[in-house]
């Protein structure tokens, strides 16, 4: 299995533009996080989901932001519009809860100028 | 909701040394507490993890230990190497069924030679 995979790795943006990061899951892995990562917050937990049900979605930000798992080997994180406060790197990560070790992809570092 | 603290935020070692990193955790429920390492540029990757049945918990250099009356478990490395040089994340869960992986905020880890 490759592991987690996102696209894009590198995005950046305007202010006021859409942004969308996609993340595929280990094949099998029926739990699905999101979380972003700066310098002032660490690894924040925005969405998780469970057989492709959102089940905590607490820590979204705003409603700017938005998240869908319309499979189990795909999910969006969605960012409309977005803003330059938005910059960081968005992690996906899941899981199988038989070993309950989380793998992570390796990141979509987002610039919004 | 779990709440989960780390401390230092920044570490600063000799090669040889050894390094603790502290982290507390508020929901009794949790039962599960992983250790990741993010080296510059990297996704995060787990190194270590202790189940709540279980007070301490060794791989080579690396031990956790657990209290479960006081809620806090600390990360101890040995013999430090450059290499140990990193990101190092605590988190806290509940696992079987409910598994909200919940991060500290990271402590910096610099081994000096």
């Known amino acids: 299995d490759a592991g987690v995979i996102q696209s894009p790795r590198h995005e950046v943006t305007e202010m006021g533009q859409e942004v969308t990061l996609r993340c595929k899951p280990i094949?099998?892995?029926?739990?699905l996080f999101w979380y972003r990562q700066t310098m002032m917050r660490g690894l924040e937990l925005l969405i998780y989901?469970?057989?492709?049900?959102?089940?905590?979605d607490s820590g979204m930000p705003e409603d700017r932001f938005s998240a869908k798992m319309p499979n189990a080997s795909f999910s969006t994180l969605k960012i409309q519009p977005s803003e330059p406060r938005d910059s960081a790197v968005y992690f996906c990560?899941?899981?199988?809860?038989?070993?309950?070790?989380?793998?992570f992809g390796q990141g979509t570092r987002l610039t919004v100028v | 909701g779990e709440n989960v603290e780390q401390h230092p935020s920044t570490l600063s070692v000799q090669e040889g040394d050894s390094a603790v990193i502290k982290c507390t955790y508020s929901?009794?429920?949790?039962?599960?507490f992983p250790w990741y390492k993010q080296e510059l540029g990297k996704r995060p990757q787990l190194i270590i993890d202790?189940?709540?049945?279980?007070g301490e918990k060794k791989d080579q250099r690396i031990a956790v230990t657990l209290n479960k009356t006081a809620k806090h478990f600390s990360l101890h490395i040995t013999e430090t190497q450059p290499e140990d040089s990193a990101v190092y994340f605590c988190a806290a869960s509940l696992s079987g069924g409910y598994n909200k992986l919940i991060f500290g905020a990271g402590t910096r880890l610099a081994v000096h030679p």
């Open positions: 989901f469970n057989n492709n049900v959102p089940i905590d």
């Open positions: 990560a899941s899981l199988d809860p038989l070993n309950t070790e989380a793998f």
């Open positions: 929901d009794s429920a949790s039962n599960y």
């Open positions: 094949s099998g892995h029926d739990y």
């Open positions: 202790i189940r709540s049945n279980v």
